[in-house]
T-cell receptor, first 114, second 111 residues
Framework: SQTIHQWPATLVQPVGSPLSLECTVE??????LYWYRQAAGRGLQLLFY??????ISSEVPQNLSASRPQDRQFILSSKKLLLSDSGFYLC?????????????FGQGTRLTVV | TQLLEQSPQFLSIQEGENLTVYCNSS?????LQWYRQEPGEGPVLLVT?????EVKKLKRLTFQFGDARKDSSLHITAAQPGDTGLYLC???????????FGQGTRLTINP
């Protein structure tokens, strides 16, 4: 069966510090991978998505970047965090969307920038 | 601009009441999905509707896809406190291989 791991679960970082959030998927190959950010109790804003190794699409201009160094690994990074980067970050994977399949989410990372 | 608009954004009702939440778009979707999210966790899929006019039932939850495939609704009958959560609709953007979400409906069922 497929599983998705996202860590850490919570993170408190000072302004100006770097960030690296990692997400890995097991039990499937060539998944679509996604990073979303969620404000408290609100919807999910798509930040990045990837359909293959090294292929990253950015949805909104921001202080963040994403990389996919391996087929089932997706990393969200920042060189210098801003206060506005605080939020709940969710990694997700899906098979090809051509089959109208669902997205499977990790448990999320609560990031607080202080 | 939000591609998927959900309404209401917040809803608080008493146990036993019925409710309907909506997901609307000006764009046509090949399918729409409904997720439910608990605090501190990732969303979990409830249902996918694919055919225009389709109705799917999941116990006390009834999901409908609009005939024109631009909107969907979720109706809950005899709501229970366990139904409390954030309900999100989502749809795939074909050709771009991405899934976009509405802003969610925060539902609270009071005992």
């Amino acid at each position: 069966s497929q599983t998705i791991h996202q860590w850490p679960a919570t993170l408190v970082q000072p302004v100006g510090s770097p960030l690296s959030l990692e997400c890995t998927v097991e039990g499937t190959s060539n998944p679509n991978l996604y990073w979303y950010r969620q404000a408290a109790g609100r919807g999910l804003q798509l930040l990045f998505y990837s359909v293959g190794i090294g292929q990253i699409s950015s949805e909104v201009p921001q202080n963040l970047s994403a990389s996919r160094p391996q087929d089932r690994q997706f990393i969200l990074s920042s060189k210098k965090l801003l206060l506005s980067d605080s939020g709940f970050y969710l990694c997700a994977w899906s098979p090809s969307l051509h089959q109208n399949t669902e997205a499977f989410f990790g448990q999320g990372t609560r990031l607080t920038v202080v | 601009t939000q591609l998927l608009e959900q309404s209401p954004q917040f809803l608080s009702i008493q146990e036993g009441e019925n409710l309907t939440v909506y997901c609307n778009s000006s764009s046509v979707f090949s399918s729409l999905q409904w997720y439910r999210q608990e605090p501190g966790e990732g969303p979990v899929l409830l249902v996918t509707v694919v055919t225009g006019g389709e109705v799917k039932k999941l116990k006390r939850l009834t999901f409908q896809f609009g005939d024109a495939r631009k909107d969907s609704s979720l109706h809950i009958t005899a709501a229970q406190p366990g139904d409390t959560g954030l309900y999100l609709c989502a749809g795939p953007i074909q050709g771009a291989q991405k899934l976009v979400f509405g802003q969610g409906t925060r539902l609270t069922i009071n005992p």
